[in-house]
T-cell receptor, first 109, second 114 residues
Framework: GQSLEQPSEVTAVEGAIVQINCTYQ??????LSWYQQHDGGAPTFLSY????GLEETGRFSSFLSRSDSYGYLLLQELQMKDSASYFC??????????FGQGTTLQVKP | DVKVTQSSRYLVKRTGEKVFLECVQD?????MFWYRQDPGLGLRLIYF???????EKGDIPEGYSVSREKKERFSLILESASTNQTSMYLC?????????????FGQGTRLTVV
């Protein structure tokens, strides 16, 4: 079977660092993606980890531990525009992409 | 610019109608997906297609079917629409490579069944 867990809401202030955790159980797991979705918009791709370790893309980093079935998204130097929903999405070896319920991040001034 | 286009932004249909939601991508992607998004429930996968005429059920396929006769087009069919299928429907596509899984989404179709 498959399951996916991430916090439903996170609140942080501008300039801070926030970490959004994700634990998953996916048959034929191949890698973990992260997507961002602003209110009223479509999800957009942020990052993908196929190997253990940290991937950095500007202010955003993503981490994967395959042995722990765990990953996280790290957002640094938070800006108001980072207020959005963030989804972790494990990819199976067929390319199937499953999303969780998402984490709503609210950035306050 | 890469593009995934859904045929309608808003749709209102009657209970019992057969409804077709169309999605076209211009990136020559192998994979295409249909999701529905409801408040508090995230994105739930309805169906996934990894090649022309190939499909795999997602988490909530009941009441839906799909068609992929051409690589660029993936249709979602509601055989007999019901009010609990009122939702935002999102189509996406991605390459078939495991080294590049970036999925691109359409702008969504908000379907209301009355």
């Amino acid at each position: 079977g498959q399951s996916l867990e991430q916090p439903s809401e996170v609140t942080a202030v501008e300039g801070a660092i926030v970490q959004i955790n994700c634990t998953y159980q996916t048959s034929g797991f191949y890698g973990l993606s992260w997507y961002q979705q602003h209110d009223g918009g479509a999800p957009t791709f942020l990052s993908y980890n196929a190997l253990d370790g940290l991937e950095e893309t500007g202010r955003f980093s993503s981490f994967l531990s395959r042995s722990d079935s765990y990953g996280y998204l790290l957002l640094q130097e938070l800006q108001m525009k980072d207020s959005a929903s963030y989804f972790c999405a494990p990819t199976g070896n067929t390319g199937k992409l499953i999303f969780g319920q998402g984490t709503t991040l609210q950035v306050k001034p | 610019d890469v593009k995934v286009t859904q045929s309608s932004r808003y749709l209102v249909k009657r209970t019992g109608e057969k409804v077709f939601l169309e999605c076209v991508q211009d990136m020559d992607h192998e994979n295409m997906f249909w999701y529905r998004q409801d408040p508090g429930l995230g994105l739930r996968l309805i169906y996934f297609s990894y090649d022309v005429k190939m499909k795999e059920k997602g988490d909530i396929p009941e009441g839906y079917s799909v068609s992929r006769e051409k690589k660029e087009r993936f249709s979602l069919i509601l055989e007999s629409a019901s009010t609990n299928q009122t939702s935002m429907y999102l189509c996406a596509s991605s390459p078939g490579s495991n080294s590049n899984t970036e999925a691109f989404f359409g702008q969504g179709t908000r379907l209301t069944v009355v």
